[in-house]
């Protein structure tokens, strides 16, 4: 009986062993959501599905603030961190769309379901900046 405690503890070292390299697990990529891809600094490809979801339910993407003359003040982050995004970035003009108004917002909302690409225009810390977008199926 003496032994029996030492093979134990040695079959139990064994199978803790076994189980971490069975178990070992790849390292998560906290920058990527499925249905984004980043191509370059400033553009990206987006699955139209994932496009589809955000037209229904906006606040997935990004929740915010419209501001007359100003555009959508990004106030906090959803999807919209994977797409580049920041909080305080105002949108101020989709394609050829302005985002200034609650009228000019569902303008460029509904150029959305049928638009190929997106070009993004955004002011960052004061900054002009543009995000390109390309909906892929």
Not at 12 to 39: C, F, N
Not at 77 to 99: E, M, P, S, T, W
Not at 108 to 123: E, H, N, P, T, Y
Request: include cysteine; glycine fraction near 4%; charged fraction near 40%.
């Amino acid at each position: 009986s003496v032994h029996a405690k030492p093979t134990d503890a040695s079959t139990k070292d064994t199978a803790d062993t076994s189980k971490k390299d069975v178990t070992s697990k790849k390292p998560t990529k906290t920058s990527e959501k499925d249905g984004i891809t980043k191509i370059s600094d400033n553009k990206w490809e987006i699955k139209k599905k994932l496009m589809k979801r955000w037209k229904k339910k906006s606040r997935k993407f990004a929740k915010g603030k419209l501001k007359r003359k100003k555009g959508f003040i990004i106030k906090k982050l959803r999807d919209a961190k994977y797409c580049g995004f920041q909080v305080g970035d105002v949108i101020y003009k989709i394609n050829k769309n302005r985002v200034t108004s609650i009228t000019e917002a569902l303008m460029a909302q509904s150029a959305l379901s049928k638009a190929k690409k997106l070009v993004v225009k955004f002011r960052r810390n004061k900054k002009k900046m543009i995000h390109t977008y390309i909906i892929v199926e």
